[in-house]
Nanobody
Framework: QVQFVESGGGLVQPGGSLRLSCAASGVFSIDAMGWYRQAPGKQRELVARITSGGSTNYGDSVKGRFTISRDNFKNTVYLQMNSLKPEDTAVYYC??????????WGQGTQVTVSS
């Protein structure tokens, strides 16, 4: 059974920082792990993604502010979010893609940036 344990979301003031983590269990041969987000009334969008080899890509709106990292042995991915803005407010979802292809999603964690 595939399970994700997501943590680190919450309420933070503009300019603040949060660190999200996501630990995956019951899933093997993970190729890429990443974070996506969805704000009310908007489509889900890529935040950041990292492959097993360490290659990363980021959504344009978070480049230079967010950093993704990964512990392959623990099947855990982290997202360090700095200089947070109100427009970063969304539900953040952990994602894992395996080889052969399968796509798994966490339940999501709320991030709210507000004064």
């Amino acid at each position: 059974q595939v399970q994700f344990v997501e943590s680190g979301g919450g309420l933070v003031q503009p300019g603040g920082s949060l660190r999200l983590s996501c630990a995956a269990s019951g899933v093997f041969s993970i190729d890429a792990m990443g974070w996506y987000r969805q704000a009310p009334g908007k489509q889900r969008e890529l935040v950041a993604r990292i492959t097993s080899g360490g290659s990363t890509n980021y959504g344009d709106s978070v480049k230079g502010r967010f950093t993704i990292s990964r512990d392959n042995f623990k099947n855990t991915v982290y997202l360090q979010m700095n200089s947070l803005k109100p427009e970063d407010t969304a539900v953040y979802y952990c994602n894992a893609v395996t080889s052969p292809y399968a796509d798994y999603w966490g339940q999501g964690t709320q991030v709210t940036v507000s004064s």
